[in-house]
């Protein structure tokens, strides 16, 4: 039976882009399905029911959604390439700094770019606290995986390409060379490994994108004042 | 090689009862340490410095943290009963479950309950409409997992057992069996299951302590 896969995304989803850059690595052809998320197509409606959002993959039919689970299924459907260590102490590493990312340093740094005055202050202690420890974490690594690209460091992706996008439209800084290196390190890393730079999203479009999100989310904050 | 399984929890938590029905299951044997969350043990803060947090597994010495994670490690170093099925696409559809569960629900469960006066019903009509994802998800099958308890059921035992103990302590009543005849179905049996049964907290001493804990914040308003 030929082989249908497809992937739901925008262009800009940092949580897409994981899919994308999981898929690619592994040398797996797709389908790209982009979505326009003020107006979402009723195909990702159908196949995301509970959170309508991106990424969304579909297997010869057969849909799954959340990020994270995705990288997962792809780790144990395509074997080659693997983005997981193969002992189980390691993936529950993986695992767990993969959910530390998202429940922790994704949410902080998000609060210090659209938050003001005192909440953006507290994101900023809260986020600073993270980095510490993914900059701990790098000691003696080139990638969170080690020597090559894995799930954390996909799952890391956004501090990438999205951090320097905030700190350039807020006006802040989050990672610096005095108290980051190995991020910041890493980070190159990241962004020069081949595969991955062919799919990173334009600097100047996430400029734009993040300008008008925060002039608009500011702009209905001080409206409901 | 003596193999040495220790497991930090508290007595109430559904975090931590989740890690020891999957011991349990699995038939591991290991040494549970009861924390007191006002007053942490070192060793709970040295084996879990960045949350802080239970449940903590450590396995010869080395720490796994964070229950979902815990539950994963379980099924990949001890073999016997599953807890996820072998497929890929059903895993992945389980895992989807198991973070809609605890990303999703427990929130505005816990809000509905607990919450102020003013939140209570908006929260109550979320966790309706969550809830009722779960009960279209049980469709005939006897658990979560199928014929028998998995990874999801595990994780759901917060709603099988748990949220009876809100409901009752706080006089919210969510889970009905108009509205979740499945759903109430499938949480009697689970809560019935002679291996479940056996570590599930004491139902009286557990709605004493959140009516006390939480019960009286709303009382003064």
Known sequence: ???????????????????????????????????????????????????????????????????????????????????????????????????????????????????????????MVTAQGSLKYLEEELRGKKFFSGEKIGLVDLAFGWIANLVDVFEEVKGVTLIDHENHPLLLAWKQNFMDAPIIKESWPSRDKLITKYHAMLEAYTAKEAAAK | MAEEVLLFGVWGSPFSRRVEMALKLKGVEYKYMEEDITNK????????????????????????????????????????????????????????????????????????????????????EEATELLKFLEE????KRFFGGESIGMVDIVASIIAFWLGVFEEASGVKLLTTEKFPKLCNWAHEFVSNGVIKENLPPRDKLIAYFRNRFGGANASK
């Open chain 1, 1 to 123: 039976m030929a082989e249908e896969l497809k992937v739901f995304r925008t262009w800009s989803s940092p949580f897409a882009l994981r899919v994308v850059w999981a898929l690619q690595l592994k040398g797996v052809p797709f389908e790209t399905i982009y979505e326009d998320l003020s107006n979402k197509s009723s195909l990702l409606l159908q196949y995301n029911p509970i959170y309508k959002k991106v990424p969304v993959l579909v297997h010869n039919g057969k849909p799954l959604a959340e990020s994270l689970v995705i990288l997962e299924y792809i780790e144990e459907t395509w074997k080659q390439t693997p983005l997981l260590p193969q002992d189980p102490f390691e993936r529950a590493t993986a695992r767990f700094w993969a959910r530390f990312g998202d429940d922790k340093v994704l949410p902080s740094i998000w609060n210090v770019f659209i938050k003001q005055g005192k909440e953006q202050e507290e994101a």
């Open chain 2, 41 to 124: 043990s070192p060793a709970l803060l040295k084996y879990n410095p960045i949350h802080k947090k239970i449940p903590v597994l450590v396995h010869n010495g080395k720490p796994i943290a964070e229950s979902q994670v815990i539950l994963e490690y379980i099924d990949e170093t001890w073999q016997g009963y599953s807890l996820l099925p072998k497929d890929p696409y059903q895993r992945a559809v389980a895992r989807f479950w198991a973070k809609f569960i605890d990303d999703k629900c427990l929130q505005p469960v816990f809000k509905a309950c607990w919450g102020e006066e003013k939140d209570r019903e908006k929260a109550a």
């Open chain 2, 137 to 140: 998800e049980l469709k005939e």
